[in-house]
Nanobody, 128 residues
């Protein structure tokens, strides 16, 4: 079994930064590609970023490219999402996701069709 626990969310002003963490426990961390998704009020869950099992080849949604950075530390079983230049449109619950396939698979599969492991989410609120 795999457990994912997100942390680092909160309230920040537009233009500010936050760093989300996703702590993994259970099966071997390096056997999973990891993704971040978000769900804004009234919207479906959408892809934000993904990273491969080795920590290379990140993928980003167009809306966050150049502002967000995904990284992982396999020694600490943790994935990070550094979010800079935050905008009110980034307000959402952010979820961590683990999948035995590739980071590219996470990036190109609709969230509703994913069959891996999800965390409980962490709220990010960006005020204008």
């Amino acid at each position: 079994q795999v457990q994912l626990v997100e942390s680092g969310g909160g309230l920040v002003q537009a233009g500010g930064s936050l760093r989300l963490s996703c702590a993994h426990s259970g099966r071997t961390f390096s056997s999973f590609a990891i993704g971040w998704f978000r769900r804004a009020p009234g919207k479906e869950r959408e892809f934000v970023a993904a990273i491969s099992k080795s920590g290379t080849s990140p993928h980003y949604a167009d809306a966050v490219k150049g502002r967000f950075t995904i990284s992982r530390d396999n020694g600490k079983n943790t994935v990070y999402l550094q979010m800079n230049h935050l905008e009110p449109e980034d307000t959402a619950v952010y979820f961590c996701y683990a999948d035995g396939r590739s980071g590219n698979s996470i990036a190109t599969t609709r969230a509703a069709d994913l069959n891996g492991y999800w965390g409980q989410g962490t709220q990010v609120t960006v005020s204008s």
